[in-house]
């Protein structure tokens, strides 16, 4: 079993900064890519940012130059420091990765997400 376990997420002032964190856990041989998403009720789920194990990222255009994806391998954790903050990026925050587990079997796994608010 692979856990993602969110955190960091809250509510900020528009202009504000938030970092989220996502911690993977579990029966974890190696990880590749790994994402964040961001979803509002009555939208379809959005991919944000993604990372490959090497450190290449992409950005939906909505976030670049304000939102900056990073992990640490050795720590198994994924980050999202969010600057610049506005409330269109108010929704729940989730990560994603690609994962081989001990039994050499790949899947993704999702967290279950952190909450996001943006408003003054």
């Known amino acids: 079993q692979v856990q993602l376990v969110e955190s960091g997420g809250g509510l900020v002032q528009p202009g504000g900064s938030l970092r989220l964190s996502c911690a993977a856990s579990g029966s974890i041989f190696s990880m590749d890519d790994m994402a964040w998403h961001r979803q509002t009720p009555g939208k379809e789920r959005e991919l944000v940012a993604s990372?490959?194990?090497?450190?290449?990222?992409k950005y939906v255009d909505s976030v670049k130059g304000r939102f900056t994806i990073s992990r640490d391998n050795g720590k198994k954790t994924l980050y999202l420091q969010m600057n610049s903050l506005k409330p269109e990026d108010t929704a729940v925050y989730r990560c994603?990765?690609?994962?081989?587990?001990?039994?050499?079997?790949?899947?993704?796994?999702w967290g279950q997400g952190t909450q996001v608010s943006v408003s003054s």
């Open positions: 994603s990765a690609r994962v081989m587990s001990t039994d050499l079997l790949y899947d993704e796994y």
């Open positions: 990372i490959t194990r090497s450190g290449t990222a």
